[in-house]
T-cell receptor, first 118, second 113 residues
Framework: DARVTQTPRHKVTEMGQEVTMRCQPI?????VFWYRQTMMQGLELLAY????????DSGMPKDRFSAEMPDATLATLKIQPSEPRDSAVYFC????????????????FGPGTRLTVL | SQELEQSPQSLIVQEGKNLTINCTSS?????LYWYKQKYGEGLIFLMM?????EEKSHEKITAKLDEKKQQSSLHITASQPSHAGIYLC?????????????FGQGTILTVHP
C-alpha cells in the first residue's frame, strides 16, 4: 500500500533555528504539494512541483521558506530562521497529474509534520 | 483566486441521524474533491466530482455537484461515531493550474453515540 511519508512527525524548536521537513512522495507521482494547516487559516498551499520543477510558490514567505526537490523521491521544505508564527502542521501530498487526464483522481496526503516554534 | 465556503462550520448530531455539509465556490469548478481528516492526521480522500449534476456514493456517504458546477453537498446517512472528523472540500481550478487545490475552511462533525 503506497503512501506519502513525512519526517519528522513532530518538531519542537526555538525561534531562530533552521527547520527542515522531508517528504517522500509515492513512486511514480509527478506532482508534489506542500501545505500548511492552522486553526486560523485552515489548509493553505505553500508550493508545488511538477516533474521536480517548481510551478507555484506564491503561498510561501520567500524570505524564510524554501522548497526543493533534489530528486524524484525527496521533497524538502526549509524554514530559516523559524518564528513562533510558523507553528502549524505541514502536509506534503503527491499525485499523478496529466494534462489530458488519466492520472490519479486525487492528491494523496502524508501524515504531516507538527511544528512548534517556541 | 477561487474561494470555497463550507457550511456549517461545525455540526453535532446524534448517532443514526442524517446530515448534509455544503461547499460553495465563487467560480465554476473544474473538479471538486471531498476529504476527511481526523485530528492530528492527514487528509483521506473520499470522492471527486467533475461533471455537472454528478453524484457519487461510497458506503453511507453521497456527494453531489450541481449542474452549474459551483456548489457541492456531502450527505451522510445514518451517521456513526466513526464518521466524526473534519470534512474539507477542495477545488481544482483547472486550466494552467490543473491539479492545484484550494480548500474550504472545513466542517467539524461530532457524532454522539
Amino acid at each position: 500500500d503506497a503512501r506519502v511519508t513525512q519526517t519528522p512527525r513532530h518538531k519542537v524548536t526555538e525561534m531562530g533555528q533552521e527547520v527542515t521537513m522531508r517528504c517522500q512522495p509515492i513512486l511514480g507521482h509527478n506532482t508534489v504539494f506542500w501545505y500548511r494547516q492552522t486553526m486560523m487559516q485552515g489548509l493553505e498551499l505553500l508550493a508545488y512541483f511538477r516533474n521536480r520543477a517548481p510551478l507555484d510558490d506564491s503561498g510561501m514567505p520567500k524570505d524564510r521558506f524554501s522548497a526543493e526537490m533534489p530528486d524524484a523521491t525527496l521533497a524538502t521544505l526549509k524554514i530559516q530562521p523559524s518564528e513562533p508564527r510558523d507553528s502549524a502542521v505541514y502536509f506534503c501530498a503527491s499525485g499523478l497529474v496529466l494534462a489530458g487526464g488519466g492520472g490519479t483522481d486525487t492528491q494523496y496526503f502524508g501524515p504531516g509534520t507538527r511544528l512548534t516554534v517556541l | 483566486s477561487q474561494e470555497l465556503e463550507q457550511s456549517p462550520q461545525s455540526l453535532i448530531v446524534q448517532e443514526g441521524k442524517n446530515l448534509t455539509i455544503n461547499c460553495t465556490s465563487s467560480k465554476t469548478l473544474y473538479g471538486l474533491y471531498w476529504y476527511k481528516q481526523k485530528y492530528g492526521e492527514g487528509l483521506i480522500f473520499l470522492m471527486m466530482l467533475q461533471k455537472g449534476g454528478e453524484e457519487k456514493s461510497h458506503e453511507k456517504i453521497t456527494a453531489k455537484l450541481d449542474e452549474k458546477k459551483q456548489q457541492s453537498s456531502l450527505h451522510i446517512t445514518a451517521s456513526q461515531p466513526s464518521h466524526a472528523g473534519i470534512y474539507l472540500c477542495g477545488a481544482d481550478a483547472g486550466g494552467t493550474s490543473y491539479g492545484k487545490l484550494t480548500f474550504g475552511q472545513g466542517t467539524i462533525l461530532t457524532v454522539h453515540p
